[in-house]
């Protein structure tokens, strides 16, 4: 069997060489009025903060990836699979070379750090 079987409208199977790949149609669910306003606001003030994060990082350190795009991506860091350590790395600006981050240390204290885990 090769090629898509397209049994249901659902769920699609790609079978390639010695593997296959499972694909499911996402399920949208509708807001209310209301709360669709409100996930607007809050997706532009996202935008819009993250765009400032991306800002101050690159001042700050005075270098970006090439083709960077911003992003919250927050993560244990490196030092965290240490006992009792408390490291936290957010990616907020990421390209083809890698990611910068801002870390928060255990005492509440943070930096930025390119590339991150660097």
Same mark, same amino acid.
């Given at each position: +069997? ?5 049994? !249901?409208?659902? &769920?699609?199977h /790609? &079978?390639? %060489? ?11 669910? =509708?807001?209310a009025?209301?709360?669709a @306003? #409100? +996930? ?11 765009a400032? +994060?991306e800002?101050?990082?690159? /001042?700050?350190?005075? $270098?970006a =990836? #090439?083709d960077?795009a %911003?992003r ?7 030092a965290a ?5 408390? /490291? !936290?790395?957010?990616?907020?600006i990421?390209? %083809? $070379? *890698?990611?910068?981050c801002? &870390?928060?240390? @255990?005492?509440?204290?943070?930096f930025? $750090?390119? %590339?991150?885990? *660097?």
């Open positions: +069997m090769s090629g898509i079987n397209e049994s !249901t409208d659902a &769920v699609k /790609v &079978v390639g %060489p010695a593997s296959a790949v499972k694909h499911v149609a996402p399920y949208r669910y =509708p807001l009025e209301a709360d @306003a #409100r +996930m607007a606001e809050l997706s532009a003030e996202i935008a819009d903060r993250l400032e +994060m800002r101050i990082f690159t /001042v700050t350190t005075g $270098e =990836p #090439r960077a %911003p919250f991506v927050p993560a244990p860091g490196h699979a240490e006992a009792d350590s408390d /490291v !936290t790395y957010v990616e907020i990421c390209g %083809p $070379e *890698g990611c910068g801002y &870390v928060t240390l @255990a005492d509440g204290t943070g930025c $750090e390119y %590339p991150c885990g *660097g």
